[in-house]
């Protein structure tokens, strides 16, 4: 071992960014790596901070470190070390955003697809080469990769090894942008600007209740709303903006 963490960790006022840091095997996500998320998800959901999330070096991730992927067995497996994390990541009461410059792949793809925004780079590559590896891609590519650009792609990636260029993602939209790398984590944060301008409790429940099961419609809605008419900050923001139309109305 290096000695080096491998996660960075940012703090912001209304964000953090983390930092996968094991460049020298291009970010590929190993047992430790997974245990510095969960510290980060702790704080993260505690504080119900936004996340950033990108690759130190010209890679995002290229997936689970295969070395240990190739020494774990059935018991493992059944621990579902990378879906608990990143359905964790998924969870996370803020909204995240993964900067995805170069490769992402396998587990890196599927941390990706965890994450509510996606920003790429011209050289951005997305793909779940599990199958080439004698395995499945199992935390999370199986289903929710179908829900982001529908079942056709989603199978061409599973199924046959297609990797996707920035161009291609961004034309599904599985990609919501693409910057040059210099460019990455200030486009990054300039998106965390426009969900920080927004009531921090509104967007939190929205993200909460835009992923409830569809039998939990329309109630979970409703009572989120309730919620959320009871507060201070919808009275105010509501006055303001009730306010500056009254004033535009007074200087016709
Ligand atoms: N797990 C463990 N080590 C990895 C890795 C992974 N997923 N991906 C890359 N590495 C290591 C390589 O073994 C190499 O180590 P070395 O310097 O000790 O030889 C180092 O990272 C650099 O990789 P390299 O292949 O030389 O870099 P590249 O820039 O030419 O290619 C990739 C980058 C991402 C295309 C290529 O590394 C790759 O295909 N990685 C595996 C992707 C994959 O199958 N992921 C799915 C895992 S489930």
């Known amino acids: ?105 396998g587990g890196g793809a599927e941390l990706a697809y965890a994450c509510d925004f996606r920003i790429g780079t011209p050289r951005t590559r997305l793909g779940n080469p599990e199958t080439g590896l004698g395995i499945l891609a199992a935390a999370g590519a199986a289903w929710r990769l179908a829900e982001l650009v529908g079942e056709p792609l989603a199978k061409e990636i599973l199924l046959a090894g297609r990797v996707l260029t920035a161009e291609e993602a961004l034309s599904v939209h599985l990609l919501n942008e693409v910057v ?9 944060h300039l998106l965390a600007d426009r969900i920080a301008a927004q009531a921090p409790l ?33 009275h105010a923001r509501m006055t303001a903006f009730l306010d500056r139309r009254n004033r535009k109305e007074g200087n016709r």
Not at 59 to 71: H, K, N, P, S, V
């Open 1 to 105: 071992m290096s000695g080096k963490p491998s996660l960075l960790v940012e703090e912001g006022e209304n964000r953090v960014v983390w930092r996968l840091n094991r460049p020298d095997v291009r970010n590929a996500i190993d047992r430790t790596m997974v245990d510095a998320l969960h510290e980060a998800c702790a704080a993260a959901e505690a504080e119900a901070k936004i996340v950033l999330i990108v690759g130190e070096g010209t890679t995002f991730a290229a997936g689970a470190d295969i070395a240990q992927l190739r020494e774990r067995g059935r018991e493992d497996a059944l621990r579902g070390i990378n879906s608990k994390i990143f359905d964790r990541i998924h969870r996370l009461p803020m909204p995240t955003i993964g900067l995805l410059d170069g490769y992402a792949l």
């Open 180 to 188: 040059q790398p210099d460019d990455l984590l200030a486009t990054g």
């Open 202 to 234: 509104a967007t939190r429940l929205m993200k909460a209740v835009f992923h409830a099961p569809r039998d939990a419609h329309p109630f979970v809605d409703d009572v989120a709303q309730a919620v959320l008419f009871e507060t201070e900050e919808k």
